[in-house]
């Protein structure tokens, strides 16, 4: 594996062996890199748990992180992402994290790097690391993913959240259902639809999806102030779950639209774990694409400086 930019396509041994990885550093930590790895984290979107967990996995692996603020960077100047990129790759990056608002926009980028590349999400495209910390945390709460009955409520449509795990889950054998809204909803993706009511009563694991009305066209979507009580976890359906199951949610949360406030933290929620996972499952993802894929960035930078790939 080069780059980490899309769950499609990898097997289940790859992602077993990743959240091993996750794992065997949770247990045991990780020596930091010895050699200086240097690494953009180039975000054309807003983020909060992604760029910063992905800043601490960075520190925590003695790797420097290259900071980027698209509104004051060369962007301002008409600078496109993949002359940013390049930029970064020329003046001595290992690896590139990025987010964009564009669907496909990172993996395309990818293809035209010689340096491995993260996607940090990418419009309504795919979230990788998001889905990896996602199932690293089901797979600590029930140890297999093997008929567990996943069911993913919510703005299906907008979320590259749900594409990814949606992707993986299946890969991983799985039960995949999705609910939303009839607007919501994403024919391409090849799972069965489901309300809420009866998915609260089968799912193992409730995982909700913001609302993403930054995606939205008002006209198409109206808000609804009924939402949370006809697509979204209320404390009725909370009661109505299985004793063992777990409520899931990438954040950032409209509390009291896909989420009764007061479930946010409830006992079986687990939205703060996958926070913390995050910075775990980050460092098993940029410890893996540096070694299989970047060491040689480190000592080879003037022979790559000089590379054109186009
Ligand atoms: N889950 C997630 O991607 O959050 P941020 O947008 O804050 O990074």
């Known amino acids: 594996m080069k780059h980490f930019v899309s769950m499609k ?33 180039l975000f054309f979107e807003p983020s909060t748990r992604t760029k910063m967990s992905f800043i601490v996995a960075q520190k925590r692996l003695g790797i420097e992180a290259l900071d980027f603020h698209a509104e004051t960077s060369s962007v301002k100047k008409g600078e496109t992402i993949y002359d940013t990129a390049k930029t970064f790759e020329s003046i001595g ?22 340096i491995p590349v993260i996607n940090a999400g990418d419009g309504a495209g795919e979230h990788p690391t998001q889905s990896l910390l996602d199932l690293y945390t089901m797979f600590q709460e029930f140890g297999r993913f093997k008929g567990l009955n996943v069911a993913i409520v919510g703005d299906i449509k907008h979320s590259r959240v749900a594409r990814s795990n949606a992707l993986a889950l299946q890969t991983l054998g799985a039960n ?51 939402y949370l009580e006809k697509y979204g976890l209320t404390i009725e359906r909370e009661q109505k779950m299985l004793a063992h199951a ?65």
């Open 9 to 41: 396509g990898l097997s289940e041994h790859e992602l077993m062996q990743l959240m091993k990885l996750a794992s065997d550093i949770e247990e045991n930590g990780i020596a930091p890199f010895s050699e200086q790895f240097f690494v953009g984290n």
């Open 93 to 114: 990056a290992s690896l590139l994290v990025v987010r964009h608002p564009e669907d496909d926009a990172v993996q395309q980028l990818a293809s035209q790097l010689s």
């Open 176 to 226: 995949v259902y999705l609910s939303a809204k009839s607007e919501w909803q994403d024919d391409t993706l090849p799972f069965p639809y489901i309300n809420i009511d009866d998915a609260v009563k089968i799912a193992d694991v409730i995982m909700l999806l913001r609302v993403q009305t930054e995606r939205h066209q008002e006209k198409d979507y109206p808000q609804e102030k009924s």
């Open 246 to 310: 777990i409520i899931m949610h990438p954040a950032p949360v409209n509390r009291g639209v896909e989420i009764d406030d007061t479930l946010v933290e409830a006992k079986r929620s687990r939205i703060f774990k996958q926070m913390k996972n995050g910075v775990t499952v980050r460092m098993a993802v940029i410890h893996h694409l540096l070694q299989t894929g970047g060491m040689s960035h480190a000592t080879d930078y003037n022979k790559r400086q000089a590379t054109v790939t186009n």
